[in-house]
């Protein structure tokens, strides 16, 4: 039996694999270990006066570079699809 490579994985990749592989219970482990190996970025404190406008931006900011990497998915797959059609 051969032993998955967690570490050799990109973050989307090792994501997917785990998605694909729900059992795998050391799969899961490597994700989260990995998730939370990341710096945490405080937004805001809750004391803070502007508190739900801070939140509030960051959560559009996120949104934002999500809707431009769809935007971005979306555009490849068109173009490669343009690119492939036979005149």
């Known amino acids: ?5 967690y570490d050799a994985m990109s ?5 997917q694999y785990f998605l694909k592989h ?3 219970q050391a ?6 270990d990995r998730i939370n190996q990341r710096p945490r ?4 404190r809750p004391d803070e006066p502007d508190f739900d406008e801070k939140v509030q931006a ?14 971005q998915r979306t555009n490849m797959r068109v173009e490669g699809a343009s690119d492939n059609r036979d005149d």
């Open 1 to 5: 039996m051969s032993q998955t490579n």
């Open 11 to 15: 973050d989307a990749e090792l994501k």
């Open 22 to 24: 729900r059992g795998d």
């Open 27 to 32: 799969a899961f482990q490597a994700y989260l």
């Open 41 to 44: 970025r405080i937004i805001a």
């Open 58 to 71: 960051a959560i559009r900011q996120k949104l934002e570079a999500i809707r431009s990497s769809n935007i």
